[in-house]
């Protein structure tokens, strides 16, 4: 990996990109219109629909964040935080309806730790023209092997660390300590050398390709957060705080 040369990352990133969390009404629609834009258009996971918006269930209880590009101020990716029902705290988050038999419950059972500090990932989304690889038609985000450089020419995968560090950011604010999801083995392998921690615990599953159940520990990712990555993080930290902060004010 050759990572190391991209200098400042807090302010390569911020030419580029600005992350947010989505508390507001019109920005979760642009959330939902990304979302539709992959998970619908593109992709062909879910119906498209006359709004142009993907949404669930479980959206009235998700924290939305957004990726938006510097260039012309539009969301171009986001990610979502679905919590546990605060009415039924043992209802199963969709992950562990699809993956029941799969868990190894030896790593980590969700079912016997305070739900209340759990949530899963899902729908991240990144437009078509912000993927890298434009061809890989099964993924809506894609990593490649090329996008950590190499020693001559070393890159930097600026929107999956953005959206990962956002969705750290949400977790601390909210007192999130599990954080569970469903992903391609390729995905977890790529972010992992990163320097971020995921633990897969579980037979992969069918579920729009291949996928696998995989937890991240909060305060274990956040203990070995790569130290170039610390001055990015709180500055998103500082941001997202402050969003929360005034959507509760």
């Not at 996008?147 to 660390?161: A, H, K, N, S």
Request: aromatic share 8%; proline share 5%; with cysteine.
């Amino acid at each position: 990996m050759f990572l190391l040369e991209v200098g400042n990352l807090k302010e390569n990133f911020a030419k580029y990109f600005s992350v947010e969390a989505a508390v507001t009404d019109e920005l979760k629609r642009e959330v939902y219109r990304v979302r539709h834009a992959v998970y619908c258009q593109e992709l062909g996971y879910e119906r498209t629909n006359p709004n142009e918006e993907e949404t669930d269930r479980y959206d009235e209880r998700s924290l939305q964040i957004a990726l938006r590009a510097q260039a012309h101020g539009r969301i171009v990716g986001c990610v979502r935080l679905v919590r546990t029902d605060p009415d039924d705290l043992a209802a199963p988050l969709p992950f562990e309806t699809l993956c029941a038999d799969g868990i190894d419950r030896t790593i980590v059972d969700p079912a016997l730790i305070d739900r209340r500090h759990v949530v899963e990932i899902s729908r991240l989304a990144v437009l078509s023209d912000y993927r890298k690889r434009k061809g890989d038609s099964n993924s809506p985000m894609a990593i490649s092997d090329e996008d950590l450089g190499t020693r001559d020419q070393p890159r930097f995968p600026y929107i999956p660390v953005g959206l990962y560090l956002g969705l750290l950011a949400a977790a601390e604010f909210h007192g999130i300590e599990h954080l569970f999801t469903l992903t391609e083995p390729r995905l977890a392998r790529h972010l992992t050398a990163l320097g971020f921690r995921i633990h897969l615990f579980g037979q992969a599953v069918e579920h729009r390709g291949k996928r696998v159940p995989s937890v991240v520990f909060r305060r274990e990712a956040m203990a070995h957060l790569p130290g170039f990555m610390q001055p990015l993080y709180d500055q998103m930290k500082d941001e997202i705080f402050r969003q929360y902060a005034c959507e509760t004010a």
